[in-house]
């Protein structure tokens, strides 16, 4: 995934570290053979419309070699299935714009496009600076 993206892959030992320690409330379904060859991310969130919980899925990722073979739909489903279960009333998401092959991925899903929302993020010495603020 790190390669996809074109950013820095930490070492194994860091990588199974972050994992250990990631934050209690993040899940991730993952599909293997072999090898990992897709994973879904996702942490519930809290509130929704109605007051209800719901997931925000922070990634979906399925390796290159296995695009095209239904592989993300299922993860889908399956988190799909997973809100149900629950009782939580959405999957929220983020996209690429510039990625059309993903849109019409998601699209195809019967998810909607919120395009009146704005994907921020902040980071590295923006977040420091913010948190001095406090």
Same mark, same amino acid.
């Given at each position: &995934?790190?390669?996809?993206? =074109?950013?820095?892959?930490? !070492?194994? #030992? %860091?990588?199974? %570290? =972050? $994992?250990? +320690?990631?934050?209690? /409330? ?8 072999? @090898?990992?060859?897709?994973? %879904?991310?996702?942490? %519930?969130?809290?509130?929704?419309? *109605? $007051?209800?919980? +719901?997931?925000?899925?922070?990634? $979906?990722?399925?390796?290159? !070699? /296995? ?6 739909? &299922?993860? &889908?489903? @399956?988190?799909?299935? $997973?809100?149900?279960?629950? =009782?939580? +009333? ?10 059309? @092959? ?5 699209? +195809?899903?019967? *998810? #909607?496009?919120? /395009? #009146? ?15 001095? @603020?406090?």
């Amino acid at each position: &995934m790190q390669a996809y993206y =074109g950013v820095f892959c930490p !070492s194994h #030992d %860091a990588i199974v %570290a =972050g $994992l250990l +320690g990631r934050p209690p /409330e993040t899940q991730i379904l993952v599909v293997a053979t072999d @090898r990992i060859v897709a994973f %879904a991310a996702f942490a %519930a969130i809290y509130p929704g419309p *109605g $007051l209800k919980p +719901g997931f925000f899925l922070k990634e $979906l990722y399925v390796s290159n !070699s /296995e695009r095209g073979r239904d592989i993300g739909t &299922m993860l &889908m489903c @399956r988190l799909a299935a $997973l809100a149900v279960e629950r =009782g939580f +009333g959405r999957i929220d998401w983020t996209a690429a714009r510039a990625n059309e @092959r993903l849109l019409r991925f998601y699209d +195809g899903l019967g *998810g #909607d496009r919120k /395009e #009146d929302r704005i994907f921020y993020r902040l980071e590295g010495e923006r977040l420091k600076a913010l948190a001095t @603020r406090a």
